[in-house]
């Protein structure tokens, strides 16, 4: 009885509220689509519409509310484009269809393929394709041998862009890396599927520099170079659930090459996976380098198959030949409080823990708990390896520990 009277108040009360809270809303921020095909998008795949996309882009971006730019099911063809703000209201990009890059080689050499920038409050989502062509571009990457090669665009690039989102989008075949963070903060990535073929180069999932408080999570990375990469003055920065592999794992650096001071500080990597990658949980910095710090880094909870080198700190990269010859130089990036936890599974090579620092600063508080690596292959059993690092390591130790 008392229940019923109860439900008989509180529906219709309920049924007010709700109407009203949507009447604020509805008048505080009405929603606004901007559909390209109303600004002359072709959509045939060949004709260029990055026109039509910058212009339903700059109306959505006057405009006082939350805008939805929207993209429909059709296939696109896009030159670069700079999506830029500040903008006058919540963004939203809703790409629903496919969207193709250039084949041109007159188009390639550009920083970026689809940019945002200055923007407060993005949403870049929509289960659609974003399709970079790198086949086309790939051979002209000369960047393994030449250090001051041209670079391919990027294939999605955040520069200065707060408390936003990017989700459920499918990058394919970037001509270089799929995601660029600059300056970023307050961003979480999620549900991001990026395939490229293990031989292309450079093709990185999702590159971060100078950002802050950025999390990814949910996402299968499939490529030929970095899974996801952190440089300098990358801070809180937060992975989880990402599967990782073909590729080079997840790095923090390349560190200390240019940037004096520039600190990588509060990185956290739980609950990934690597399948067949060349690398797993790797630090490197250049050698010869500048000073600099990376702190505070927690590997925790993560699965090898197969993959080469799961844990390896390399305080001696230096990819070009000639740059420098090895161990004859020191960097002097200090490595400290790094914890690597429960990390366990398969390494294609022997030496499955290797950790080589800087004689001149050699690593601090670096710690190795339960690891459980075995090596699949002839020659022995798995090793680990270290050289001038402080440290300790409880728990199981497979193999046994160097520290
Ligand atoms: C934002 O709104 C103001 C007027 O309120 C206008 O002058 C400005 O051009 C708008 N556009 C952008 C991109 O800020
Ligand atoms: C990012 O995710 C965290 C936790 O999942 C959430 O608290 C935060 O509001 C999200 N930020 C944005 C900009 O969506
Ligand atoms: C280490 O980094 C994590 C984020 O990954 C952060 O939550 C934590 O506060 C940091 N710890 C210290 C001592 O700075
Ligand atoms: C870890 O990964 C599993 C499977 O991918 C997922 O179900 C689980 O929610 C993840 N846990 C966290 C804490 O993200
Ligand atoms: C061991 O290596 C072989 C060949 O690389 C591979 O096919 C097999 O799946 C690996 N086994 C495990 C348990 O990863
Ligand atoms: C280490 O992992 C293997 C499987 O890869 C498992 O058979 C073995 O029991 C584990 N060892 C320990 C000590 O957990």
Redesign the pocket.
Known sequence: MIMKSFCVMIVPLLFFLSSFVFFVNGVSSPRKFFDVMNYGAVADGKTDDSQAFLKAWSDACEYHGRSRVWIPRRTFMLNSVNFEGPCNGSMAFLIKGTLKASTDPRNFFTETWIGFKYIDDLTVKGSGYLDGQGQAAWPYNDCYRNPNCKHLPATLRFDFVTNSKVNHLRSINSKNTHINLFACRNLNISKIRMTAPESSPNTDGIHIGLSNNIKISRSVIQTGDDCISMVSGSRNIEINDVSCGPGHGISVGSLGRSHVGDYVEGISIRNCTFKGADNGLRIKTWSPSLYSVASNITFEDIVM??TANPILIDQQYCPFSGCQTKGKSSSRVQIQDVTFKNIRG?S?TQVAVNIQCSEDRPCKNVKLIDINLTY??TGGQAMALCSHVFGSSYGKQIPKGCL
């Open positions: 198959q197969n398969v294609s699949n292959g």
